[in-house]
């Protein structure tokens, strides 16, 4: 039967969901509460297929696409309607945690098994969307999944792309079995919701139950590259160096700076540096790094790649070294859809929880989907805000208190 009002709508399982989240966490486990699964190795293959099992007995039909997309489908009463989505990613980081990601992926399902409980129908379709190398870990940069589905990257760039080990994007999909032929022309989507864990310290700061997300905010990654000279530590005198590692760290000094100068909204990092050489004896001439950029404003974003360009080339003339810097990735700042985020707020009303209208500083799949259809995020808090960590946590009700919001706005689009 149809859903008429939000007195018909059922209350999820929190126990299920609850449990779902335990059994997939014994995949790729590490230390006591951590996961690593990576994009397109065996674990991230192990999960997409017991989350597939799952889908096919909620009596979901699995397709997939180029990317490894994983998408499940539930019919609706109007066959000629778009799909209504929702989903994440079940990937993680090396030293993740049990639910970046993955909630959204288990309380999307958890959304189609309620209503499969109460043999509810929704008149447009729903779709559960996993998609592939959100984290980008193995294969950067991440989204790769959503970025191609989105067109931000064609072809050729997404099987091209070669993983920290060395492998093509294209055969590893094909290897682990989740490299399909469907298209986004076959995939019709009315809108799309995403629910994570913020990954910040906002919502338990302020006590709200749940984060309606009105934005994403926009980033852009450098590949850095800076050149001097190998040389003996031994022998070399100081002011006769061209010390890259030297070079870069002061690069990174002064990046910083760069970056606290634009105010407090502005993010500057550099998360991955390698030198050439690893010999505690040598002087090292080679050095990459890359610097992570993201601030919710377009024209600051311009400002900061500007502002560290300048950065990297006066540094690297002062340590009498080369740089080159390189544009390597960009999302631009998104604004989620009103609609869809009032779905989230009067969803988060009928159920009496608190609620906090935030900004997301990390970025998620949702950016690139938003480019295509109505889209909005909900967070659920997470403990002391940590994430990307083997601590961290989301608690059994908040889960349930986020999901029940989700499904209340899905059906709301949907019915």
């Given at each position: 039967m149809p859903v008429r009002s939000f007195d018909e709508i059922p209350k999820i399982n929190?126990?299920?969901?609850?449990?779902?989240?335990?059994?997939?966490?014994?995949?790729?486990?590490?230390?006591?509460?951590?996961?690593?699964?990576?994009?397109l190795t065996a674990e991230d293959r192990a999960a997409r297929e017991l989350f597939a099992q799952w889908c096919r007995d909620a009596g979901m039909q699995l397709k997939s696409d180029r990317a490894g997309n994983m998408f499940a489908m539930r019919p609706g009463r109007d066959g000629g309607r778009a799909a209504v989505a929702a989903g994440s990613h079940l990937d993680t980081q090396p030293h993740g945690g049990?639910?970046?990601?993955?909630?959204?992926?288990?309380?999307?399902?958890?959304?189609?098994?309620?209503l499969n409980d109460a043999g509810l129908e929704t008149e447009a379709p729903l779709m559960l969307?996993?998609?592939?190398?959100?984290?980008?870990?193995?294969?950067?940069?991440?989204?790769?999944?959503?970025?191609?589905?989105?067109?931000?990257?064609d072809d050729e760039t997404l099987d091209e792309t070669i993983s920290t080990d060395g492998q093509r994007f294209a055969d590893e999909a094909e290897a682990i079995g989740w490299r399909g032929t469907s298209s986004r022309n076959d995939l019709p989507m009315d809108a799309f919701f995403e629910l994570h864990i913020e990954q910040g310290p906002v919502l338990e700061?302020?006590?709200?139950?749940?984060?309606?997300?009105?934005?994403?905010?926009?980033?852009?990654?450098?590949?850095?590259?800076?050149?001097?000279?190998?040389?003996?530590?031994?022998?070399?005198?100081?002011d006769a160096r061209r010390d890259a590692l030297l070079a870069a760290a002061a690069m990174l000094v002064e990046l910083n700076k760069a970056g606290k100068e634009e105010g407090s909204d502005a993010r500057v990092s550099v998360g991955?540096?390698?030198?050439a050489t690893d010999g505690p004896s040598t002087v090292v001439g080679q050095v990459e790094f890359v610097?992570?950029?993201?601030?919710?404003?377009a024209a600051a974003i311009d400002r900061l790649r500007a502002r560290c360009r300048e950065v990297c080339k006066t540094v690297?003339?002062?340590?009498?070294?080369?740089?080159?810097?390189?544009?390597?990735?960009?999302?631009?700042?998104?604004?989620?859809?009103?609609?869809?985020?009032?779905?989230?707020?009067?969803?988060?009303?009928?159920?009496?929880?608190?609620?906090?209208?935030?900004?997301?500083?990390?970025?998620?799949?949702?950016?690139?989907?938003?480019?295509?259809?109505?889209?909005?995020?909900?967070?659920?808090?997470?403990?002391?805000?940590?994430?990307?960590?083997?601590?961290?946590?989301?608690?059994?009700?908040?889960?349930?208190?986020?999901?029940?919001?989700?499904?209340?706005?899905?059906l709301a689009r949907a019915a």
């Open positions: 929190s126990d299920r969901l609850w449990a779902r989240h335990m059994e997939m966490a014994e995949i790729g486990p590490i230390e006591e509460t951590g996961n690593c699964r990576l994009a049990r639910f970046d990601g993955v909630s959204g992926m288990l309380t999307a399902l958890e959304v189609v098994e309620t969307i996993n998609w592939t190398n959100e984290e980008g870990v193995r294969f950067a940069p991440g989204m790769l999944g959503s970025a191609w589905f989105a067109g931000r990257i700061a302020c006590g709200a139950d749940v984060g309606v997300v009105t934005s994403v905010q926009g980033l852009c990654w450098f590949d850095v590259q800076v050149t001097g000279a190998d040389a003996h530590a031994g022998t070399t005198p100081l991955r540096l390698k030198t610097i992570d950029i993201r601030h919710p404003d690297a003339n002062a340590h009498t070294c080369d740089v080159k810097v390189r544009d390597r990735f960009a999302v631009p700042p998104t604004l989620f859809d009103k609609s869809c985020v009032e779905a989230l707020e009067k969803a988060a009303k009928s159920l009496q929880l608190s609620y906090r209208k935030m900004p997301s500083g990390a970025l998620h799949d949702a950016a690139n989907v938003a480019s295509l259809v109505p889209t909005a995020m909900l967070f659920v808090p997470c403990r002391d805000g940590i994430s990307h960590n083997v601590a961290e946590y989301a608690s059994k009700e908040h889960l349930a208190a986020g999901c029940n919001v989700l499904l209340r706005a899905i």
